[in-house]
């Protein structure tokens, strides 16, 4: 294939050497470019579609491909890019001095001196380059781009004195919180960018920045590869790193590379350091040397003289061959054997593994190889890496990987619950499927899978941003320090439906009720100015509040345990006098920041309402009215007590009755007051209605049975109106209909100790026929079993006998009375539950 002219771009940062070659390629017939990042190959992506449309321009990347049938141009990272070009018009490769990254410089190495465009290839990059490309491509035509604007040291800087539009780099992801942390105290906040972040999150956090909803970024070294940003400022918050094997200190070009972000065209630009921090011995200041100084501001760094090689078209005969191949040394003096990648070590690590005896012949072991090429997004190191690699090596091997198992997998991780930690983690996970969901031969139904994945990065990576924005950007603050100061006078303050206070668009509390609350993140300065800017505007507001609720007849109001409530907040309590229907309002503090005259006016038109929702307890009210008056009698006003704090019934043996002279029932009974069989009680307050209203007002706290049913399936936990029945409960009036029955038969019956009752009364209520055995026990009824049929003979059984016997008091309680063998009653008398006691004395006389 014939080559054509060979450029190589050099400059430093803010040299327009991407946008040069975006006009070259565009002005070509076809064209391709390969990136370091796929961040930027979408951001030129989308520039080279908005020129030539998206049916002209493919974009291939490790996680995701658009590929129109038609397309000229192509946009791809290094290691996507075809090595020799593709046969394509223009070829360019940004950032090609990635060639001396001892991680990935091989795969720059390889494309900066095979990919070639048939018309014109063009190697952009940092000056540092161009002694090693003239010895490897002495054809190639050098080039160097000025710098647009001038960079500057500045000196130290406090953080809480930065410039707007600066950004901080720190080296680790705790390094990076801390300063985001700090800024969000002292200047509403900043975006966070790093390298752990995916592509998505990443430009979201920039356009926070870049919008000007904060004034700073906080980043690690990722900020230095092709992020181009509005800034002013960069303040190295540490000026060592990590870099996989030791802590060092930045090398000048490597510095430069980030302070070079600030600046834009012909705006210049400023670097320095943080005021405060320590150098690599923890003894010294944090600061920049005059030659590093000199160095950044004009330009010159140490030009490189290796470039990392590796193999890049190794045999695949036997995995001892492909790793031979893999670690062989380059024949050129430029070149240097690239250090163990992780990539080569999985490989390593698996061809000892017993399953890698199985992979022979040259298609297995390059499939093998391709599997081991599995990125490790999550940066879990070389073992666990490995693990994830053999993994997918047993499905690999028999064929490809099923839709179903792989829509599981990314299912599992498409979850957006989670910390920050826990997304990013998410986030790399789903970049390894996302990759292998891109592979042709690995995973059937390609396309839809890959879909999946990318929309399930895309909904991670808008949570990460979410949590990353809550974490470090405090609107509200910013706002502050942008445009009020500190006089609370200038808050324009609003109150949103859903009861949230807000300074301009920013929200400063919560108005719950009638109560405001700061928001509980704010720091203490800005606490005491919302504070002040809410109380001011609160009697205004909540007058204008309490007037709505009042006017809307108190809508979404309720009486719960006798406070009225309001939305979870309490307005009022209500305190019981002598009436039950005239109780007095003890109003909730909060009630005291409305204006005097709405305050009046809302208290009582709550009375009012309060009284309405009490209506139910009118007989209680007339037993109360009763009770106090001193023409009742002594007796008769104990047994009314004995109702009143029984909430409209008492046990017989509990209400006093025995002492109750006889001309005084008349006088209880045009009460509402039944004197029954087991209870003394008013029917009208065992309505669904009173009931309801007893547990509301707070007067009864026991269970409430809201529906008031006629029986209860289980009587562990007694309601407000019931009594036992058994294992069942009974509502009280209930009971008595009972029982009254059950005196009627007995009244009708010729013999008074074998007296039929029928069960189907009690059994249509929904007693069962062992708690009717209970209740009627309860009574003073004892059962008489009747014999069985004898054998051979038909009809009917005979029915029970029963007969009755006043209850007394300290019976042992009564069992079950069945035989368990037989499953019938016994002929013996079965022993009783404790008796109400002597009140029954004159219970004959009250049935009859």
Known sequence: ???????????????????????????????????????????????????????????????????????????????????????????????????????????????????????????????????????????????????????????????????????????????????????????????????????????????????????????????????????????????????????????????????????????????????????????????????????????????????????????????????????????????????????????????????????????????????????????????????????????????????????????????????????????AAIRSWAYICQRPDWVLARDEMAARARAAEARLSDALHARLTERFVNRRTAVLMRSMGTDPNLLPVTLDEDGTLRVEDEAIGTVTGFRFAVDASAKASDHRMLLAAGEKALPKILGERAAALRTGGFDGVAMERGAIMWGGHELARLDFGAHVLEPRLEPARELSALPDGERAAFLAALTVWAEGRLQPLEPLARLQIAANDPDAGSQARALLLNLIAGHGYVARENAGIQHLPKEMRPYLRKLGVVFGALDVFVPALLKPAARAAFQASGLDRRPLEEAMRSVLPDAKTLASGYRPAGDQAIRVDVAEKLLRAAHQSRAQAKDQRKVVIDPSLAISTGLTARSFTRLLGAAGFRAQQAKALAEGAYGPPAPDRWHWRSPRYGNAPQRDGRNERRGKPRGKQPDREPAPGNAFAALANLVR
């Not at 604007?149 to 680790?172: D, E, Q, Y």
């Not at 960018?193 to 956090?205: D, I, K, W």
């Not at 080569?344 to 061809?351: E, I, P, R, S, W």
Request: net charge negative; with cysteine.
């Open 1 to 427: 294939m014939s080559e054509g002219a060979i450029k190589a771009v050099l400059g430093p940062t803010n040299t327009g050497k991407t946008h040069l070659a975006i006009e070259r390629m565009c002005a070509h017939s076809s064209g391709a470019m390969g990136f370091p990042l796929r961040l930027l190959a979408r951001e030129v992506y989308d520039r080279v579609v908005a020129i030539k449309g998206e049916k002209q321009v493919a974009l291939i990347t490790g996680e995701e491909r658009i590929e129109p049938p038609d397309a000229r141009y192509l946009c791809c990272t290094a290691e996507a890019m075809p090595r020799d070009g593709g046969g394509r018009a223009f070829v360019a490769l940004d950032e090609a001095q990635l060639a001396a990254d001892p991680e990935r410089g091989h795969i720059f190495t390889d494309r900066l001196l095979h990919a070639r465009g048939r018309e014109e290839t063009m190697l952009l990059g940092a000056a540092t380059l161009e002694p090693v490309l003239k010895s490897l491509i002495p054809r190639a035509e050098v080039i160097e781009r000025p710098r647009f604007s001038t960079l500057s040291h500045i000196g130290p800087r406090k953080l809480s004195r930065l410039p707007p539009r600066s950004a901080i780099v720190a080296f680790s992801a705790e390094a990076v919180y801390t300063a985001a942390e700090m800024l969000r105290r002292f200047r509403g906040g900043a975006a966070v960018v790093m390298g752990a972040l995916s592509p998505e999150t990443r430009n979201r956090q920039v356009e926070l920045f870049q919008s000007g909803e904060v004034d700073y970024i906080v980043a690690t070294d990722a900020i230095g590869m092709g992020l181009n940003l509005d800034l002013t400022h960069v303040a190295f918050a540490a000026l060592t790193k990590f870099d996989g094997s030791r802590m060092r200190r930045l090398i000048p070009a490597e510095m430069a590379q980030i302070a070079g972000r600030a600046g834009r065209h012909q705006r210049d630009g400023t670097f320095g350091t943080l005021a405060g921090g320590r150098g690599h011995d923890s003894s010294s200041a944090l600061e920049f040397t005059e030659e590093e100084i000199y160095a950044i501001e004009e330009h010159r760094f140490a030009p490189l003289t290796k470039l990392f090689w590796r193999e890049a078209e190794p045999r695949f005969d036997t995995l001892a061959t492909l790793i031979g191949d893999l670690e062989a040394r380059p024949d050129e003096p430029e070149l240097a054997a690239a250090p163990e990648a992780i990539d080569l070590a999985v490989l390593k690590k698996l061809a000892d593994e017993p399953f890698a005896d199985s992979i022979r012949g040259a298609g297995s072991v390059r499939r093998f190889w391709e599997a081991c090429s599995l990125p490790d997004f999550r940066q879990s190191g070389v073992d666990t890496h490995a693990r994830f690699v053999a993994r997918l090596w047993e499905d690999l091997r028999e064929g490809y990987l099923g839709a179903d198992y792989v829509a599981a997998r990314i299912a599992e991780l498409d979850t957006t619950t989670g910390d920050i930690a826990t997304l990013q983690g998410k986030i």
